[in-house]
């Protein structure tokens, strides 16, 4: 079984920062796809960055020039470094990842989500 684990989210003035950290365990053989997502109060989820294996990033628009998206493959690890941060950009931050594992039958290949990382910025 594949786990996600957020962590690194707090409660944080605008203009400041946050490093989030996503570690991903359990018998992995690939990770093809991980992204941040994030979703306020009674707002949908969204798209916040995301990164490949080859290490190709995209990110959403209201974020671009603020955050940085990163991964540790050999730690199976993904970063968000989160800077000028904005009253706005307050929410539940998810890792969300596509993963080639190992199970007693064989290989399965599937998607994961973890359970939130709470960020808070203050204004």
């Known amino acids: 079984q594949v786990q996600l684990v957020e962590s690194g989210g707090g409660l944080v003035q605008a203009g400041g920062s946050l490093r989030l950290s996503c570690a991903a365990s359990?018998?992995?053989?690939?990770?093809?796809?991980m992204g941040w997502y994030r979703q306020a109060p009674g707002k949908q989820r969204e798209l916040v960055a995301e990164?490949?294996?080859?290490?190709?990033?995209n990110y959403a628009d209201f974020v671009k020039g603020r955050f940085t998206i990163s991964r540790d493959n050999a730690k199976n690890t993904m970063y968000l470094q989160m800077t000028s941060l904005k009253p706005e950009d307050t929410a539940d931050y998810y890792c969300?990842?596509?993963?080639?594992?190992?199970?007693?039958?064989?290989?399965?290949?599937?998607?994961?989500w973890g359970r939130g990382t709470q960020v808070s910025v203050s204004s």
């Open positions: 359990g018998r992995i053989l690939s990770i093809t796809y």
């Open positions: 969300n990842a596509q993963v080639l594992s190992t199970t007693t039958w064989g290989t399965l290949k599937s998607d994961y």
């Open positions: 990164i490949t294996s080859g290490g190709s990033t």
